[in-house]
């Protein structure tokens, strides 16, 4: 059962224009929320995230919105750039316990194609 | 270092053989995570070091997985009788302790023939 979905494996987006890249997750325990920006034959790197207490963070370019009563959660680029073409995953984090790790569950990723 | 270290950054293996896989954290972050990324697959979760508490291999997916941290530093994660299905790329990440931190190495991508 996957916890955090993104439904779009690709997205194509003209230069300049806004790419919303959508995640959607299904345990409400979830408290904190990331997005992670992957290049071929590299690591994932910390995007931007938002706590749940909070319904939209900013970033430059970058904002993420949470809906919670909707379970849903999305990244806006704005304006897009040819350098910002990269898989996109959503990622999500129960509070911590005081046992156990800081465990993040993953989507499967988005791949953003930015067209100049 | 500077940031987290894999090696090797991609291994071909037969079927049925061992691999070992290692993992330099960024020194100084006591939190070591493995995931690994199947074909069209999301980051998922296999073992969590912390410290010298014992790891949670709650996400290990069978009992050929195996991972240890020396030292508190360096990991290696080791396949016994690799599958084709162990095929993927396998990302190490290290973090001081918080969600934020996490910076994941570059990765391994193992292929089995």
């Known amino acids: 059962d996957q916890q955090v979905k993104q439904n779009s494996p690709s997205l194509s987006v003209q230069e300049g224009r806004i790419s919303i890249l959508n995640c959607d997750y299904t345990n409400s325990m979830f408290d904190y929320f990331l997005w992670y920006k992957k290049y071929p034959a590299e690591g994932p790197t910390f995007l931007i995230s938002i706590s749940s207490i909070k319904d939209k963070n900013e970033d430059g370019r970058f904002t993420v919105f949470l809906n919670k009563s909707a379970k849903h959660l999305s990244l806006h680029i704005v304006p897009s750039q040819p350098g910002d073409s990269a898989v996109y995953f959503c990622a999500a984090s129960v509070p911590y316990s005081g046992a156990g790790s800081y465990q993040l569950t993953f989507g499967k990723g988005t791949k953003l194609s930015v067209i100049p | 270092g500077a940031g987290v270290s894999q090696s090797p950054s991609n291994k071909v293996t037969e079927k049925g053989k061992d691999v070992e896989l290692r993992c330099d954290p960024i020194?100084?972050?006591?939190?070591l995570y493995w995931y690994r990324q199947s074909l069209g697959q999301g980051l998922e979760f296999l073992i969590y070091f912390q410290g010298n508490s014992a790891p949670d291999k709650s996400g290990l997916p069978s009992d050929r997985f195996s991972a240890e941290r020396t030292g508190g530093s360096v990991s290696t994660l080791t396949i016994q009788r690799t599958q084709q299905e162990d095929s993927a790329v396998y990302l190490c990440?290290?973090?001081?302790?918080?969600?934020?931190?996490?910076?994941f190495g570059s990765g391994t991508r193992l292929t089995v023939v």
């Open positions: 990440a290290s973090s001081p302790r918080t969600v934020l931190g996490y910076t």
């Open positions: 020194s100084g972050h006591t939190a």
